[in-house]
């Protein structure tokens, strides 16, 4: 699942394609035209679009999003820079497969401005987590983290982009992991 340019889709596609890790993508979704869509169908692979303004409220978006993704009979979701908080529904729906990453050491600077959270706390070390995703945000079961350091001067630009750059690092080696020994769990 992607919402914008995909750049994590790309990493994995790309470990795909160099035989790095054993995955298919069985399709790829998102919550709105976007370049990620664009990346999966120059792969070849199947692309489904679910807006939520194309449904009367939050539930029903869900619900659509939910069916979309269940029809491809996934083993995993990887909500790939997916910027859409799902519901409980959905969650338990794919409980225990839904994979997700965060640009901080989780469990602190959960929510959607963690780079900027952890500048204004002066903190010299933050990361990115790969996690399970559970009904509450960013709360689930810690799957791999990798440290990325804070630089004298750093901008909040110039720090997410060393932490996105561990981010495709870090999702590709626990998909792999992941494959590899058969269960989310197991990749920690």
Do not use: Y
């Not at 069985?26 to 120059?42: F, Q, S």
Request: net charge negative; aromatic share 4%; proline share 5%.
């Amino acid at each position: 699942m992607v919402s914008g340019s995909g750049t994590n889709l790309q990493a994995v596609l790309d470990a795909v394609r160099e035989g790095r890790i054993d995955v298919e993508i069985a399709a790829v979704g998102a919550d709105k035209p976007c370049t990620g869509l664009e990346r999966a169908r120059e792969a070849g692979v199947e692309t489904f679009l679910v807006r939520p303004g194309d449904h009367p409220d939050r539930t029903r978006w869900n619900r659509a999003l939910q069916e979309a993704v269940a029809a491809r009979e996934p083993d995993r979701i990887v909500f790939a820079g997916f910027m859409r908080i799902v519901d409980a529904e959905f969650v338990e729906a794919f409980a225990g497969r839904i994979v997700n990453t965060h640009p901080s050491l989780l469990p602190s600077f959960p929510g959607a401005h963690a780079v900027r959270d952890a500048l204004a706390h002066g903190v010299k070390v933050t990361g990115v987590t790969v996690h399970e995703v559970v009904a509450d945000v960013d709360a689930g079961p810690i799957l791999a983290q990798a440290a990325v350091p804070v630089e004298e001067g750093d901008t909040e630009a110039q720090l997410h982009e060393r932490i996105k750059a561990a981010e495709r690092e870090l999702l590709v080696r626990t998909l792999g992991a992941a494959a590899r020994q058969g269960a989310l769990h197991d990749a920690r």
